[in-house]
C-alpha cells in the first residue's frame, strides 16, 4: 500500500478519540482578495480541496468568516459525502464587514446561529472540532464557551477549540469545557506563543500554528534557513513547515493555498527528516 505524503507527517489525537495526520489544510486562501467574496477560479478550489484529501490530509482547517461562507460551501461542493477520516475544523466569533475587515463578535446568540449555519453550509449533523475564532472582550469567555459546551452537549459540535487565545484564557475556559485545540499565530519567524505550546504540550492540548509558512528575514541570502533548504534540496517554505512538525508532538501546521502546485510542495514537507544540528540551527535563527 502506497504511503501518502501526510501520512509521512504522523498523527494527533485530538481530545483524546478523533486521530488526524498532524500535516492538514487551511482554506482561507480559497477566498477572493482580502479574504472577501467568491474565487477567481472556484474550479481549481475544488481541485485544491479533491488533491490535498487525495495526498492524505484528513484535516481541514475552515471558518464561517472566510468569504464570508463561500470557503465553507467550496468544501462541502468538493468533498461532501466525507470521507470516514476526514476531519473539518470550522470556526464561529469573526464577523466582516468588507475585504481584510475582521471583528469579534462573541455573544452566545451570535455564535450559535453561526454554528447552526455551519452545520448547514458543510453539510454535517456535526462539527468535529468548533473554534471559538477570536475571545470577544466585550462578552465574558465563559459566556463565549459556555454556548459552544452547550451545542456539544446537544450533539452538534464533537470537540471545542479557540483562536489566538493566552494560556490564562485556556485555563480560564476550561473550567467551562474541555479544549482540545488552540490556534495561534506561530512560525519559524514569530514563537511569541512559545509559552502557549509548551502549555498545549504538557496537556495534551492540539496546537495548531497559522501563518506557519513566514519566513520574513529569515530566508535571506546567507541565512540558516536558506543554507540547509539548498543543501537539502527543498524550499525555504517546505524547511520551515518540516521544523514545525519537528518542534512538538501536538503541532498541527495547516498550510493553505489557491493552487495544486503549491498544495503538492507543501505537503512534499512532510517527508523531509531534519538532524539534531539543522533543528539547533534554525531553532538559533530567531
Known sequence: MTTTLAEQSGTFTIGGDLEVRRLGYGSMQLTGPGVWGDPKDPDEAVRVLRRAVELGVTLIDTADSYGPVVAEQLIRAALHPYADDLVVATKAGLTRQGPDVWTPVGRPAYLRQQAEMSLRHLGVERIDLMQLHRVDPEVPLEDQVGE?????????????????????????????????????LYNLANRSAEDLLTYCEEQGIGFIPWFPLATGQLSGPDSPLTTIATEKGVSASQ????????????????????????????????????????????????
Open 148 to 184: 459552544l459546551k452547550k451545542l456539544q452537549d446537544e450533539g452538534k459540535v464533537r470537540h471545542i477549540g479557540l483562536s489566538e487565545v493566552t494560556v490564562e484564557q485556556v485555563q480560564q475556559a476550561r473550567e467551562v469545557a474541555e479544549i482540545a485545540t488552540v490556534q495561534n
Open 239 to 286: 524547511l520551515a513547515l518540516a521544523w514545525l512538525l519537528r518542534r512538538s508532538p501536538v503541532m498541527l501546521p495547516i498550510p493553505g493555498t489557491s493552487s495544486v502546485a503549491h498544495l503538492e510542495d507543501n505537503m512534499a514537507a512532510a517527508a523531509i527528516e531534519l538532524t539534531d544540528e539543522e533543528h539547533a540551527a534554525l531553532e538559533a535563527a530567531v
